[in-house]
């Protein structure tokens, strides 16, 4: 069972910065796959960043260039940087792991509202 907490949310205005912190048990952290996923009201749940266990990243279109996925195994945290935020970016952030290429956790989600 791995348990994952993020951290970071709040209320930006557009153009704003925020970084999103998610913390994971287990230790094993290194083989992880680890992800960002957000949900905005009434929307389905869609990915907005992964990073491997290898360090290779992938973004969501409609981030890339705003985004930066991160991840420090020493720390067993990932990071989701995101500057020029736009009112469109608002949403419950959620952080995703995959052990094994088997298994997937979430954590309980973080508010990110940026305002007009």
């Known amino acids: 069972q791995v348990q994952l907490v993020e951290s970071g949310g709040g209320l930006v205005q557009a153009g704003g910065s925020l970084r999103l912190s998610c913390a994971a048990s287990?230790?094993?952290?290194?083989?992880?796959?680890m992800g960002w996923y957000r949900q905005a009201p009434g929307k389905q749940r869609e990915l907005v960043a992964t990073?491997?266990?290898?360090?290779?990243?992938n973004y969501a279109d409609s981030v890339k260039g705003r985004f930066t996925i991160s991840r420090v195994n020493a720390k067993n945290t990932v990071y989701l940087q995101m500057n020029s935020l736009k009112p469109e970016d608002t949403a419950v952030y959620h952080c995703?792991?995959?052990?094994?290429?088997?298994?997937?956790?979430w954590g309980q989600g973080t508010q990110v509202t940026v305002s007009s």
């Open positions: 287990g230790s094993t952290f290194s083989s992880y796959a």
């Open positions: 990073i491997t266990s290898g360090g290779s990243t």
């Open positions: 995703n792991a995959v052990v094994g290429g088997l298994y997937g956790y």
